[in-house]
């Protein structure tokens, strides 16, 4: 379980691929992406988009903790079979409990040992699935945004890229858009949090 949320950040950026698509060929003389025979291109960072972009970092973190607590139990669960383990082998050295006693003991750690190996299968698999969901969800709320911010920019695309633009051989930097879109997706997400806290106190 270690290693599952090492990738969280990866998963969301394969994710989001191309980020946006539009075939309007309205013209726009917009410093905002180059304009060529009506065809207009902009580009987003991802990886500094996921770096900073406030819910997704809110449900990145949610979901560490419940990786951490998971991984809590299961560690104390592991550590207490351990300790009657060698409880029992220690009380029948020293003849303080009969083979048969001992036997019975072992028979009922191993289905709690079986009990607790299903239970870490169960952790990582509720885990990994919600780390799909949130990967959704991110992807849902950022294509919602830029349907909105297009119709005002008017692009016929709009690229998904990291900072070393490994997707793109070039690109003009007046095609990255990555800082805009921060912005007002963060704005956007204070003010359902804030939203939300209103109609809590409402209630």
């Known amino acids: 379980m270690n ?8 998963i969301m950026l394969l994710s989001l691929g191309l980020l946006f698509s539009n075939c309007d060929k309205d013209k726009d003389n917009d410093n905002h992406g180059i304009a060529g025979n009506s065809f207009k291109i902009a580009y987003v960072k991802t990886d500094t988009l996921a770096e900073v972009y406030e819910y997704y970092n809110d449900l990145k973190t949610s979901l560490l903790i419940e990786q951490q607590e998971a ?6 669960r592991y550590k207490s079979m351990q300790t ?15 083979p048969t006693s001992a036997q019975q003991k072992q028979e009922k750690l191993a289905l ?31 294509q919602n945004y830029l349907k909105i911010y297009n119709k005002k920019y008017k692009f016929n695309m709009i690229m998904a890229t990291d900072t070393l633009g490994s997707n793109l ?6 095609l990255d858009i990555t800082e805009d879109v921060i912005k007002a997706l963060n ?12 109609e809590e106190d409402t209630e």
Do not use: H, P
């Open 112 to 142: 709690d040992q079986q009990k607790w190996q299903q239970d870490q299968q169960r952790y990582e698999f509720e885990l990994m699935d919600k780390n799909q969901k949130m990967t959704l969800e991110i992807y849902d709320s950022i």
């Open 84 to 98: 009657k383990y060698l409880q029992i082998q220690r009380d029948l050295q020293d003849r303080m409990i009969t």
């Open 187 to 198: 704005k956007r997400y204070r003010e359902a949090l804030g939203n939300q806290e209103g």
């Open 169 to 174: 051989l070039y690109a003009d930097k007046n």
């Open 71 to 76: 991984e809590a139990d299961l560690s104390a």
């Open 3 to 10: 290693k599952l949320f090492q990738g969280i950040g990866v």
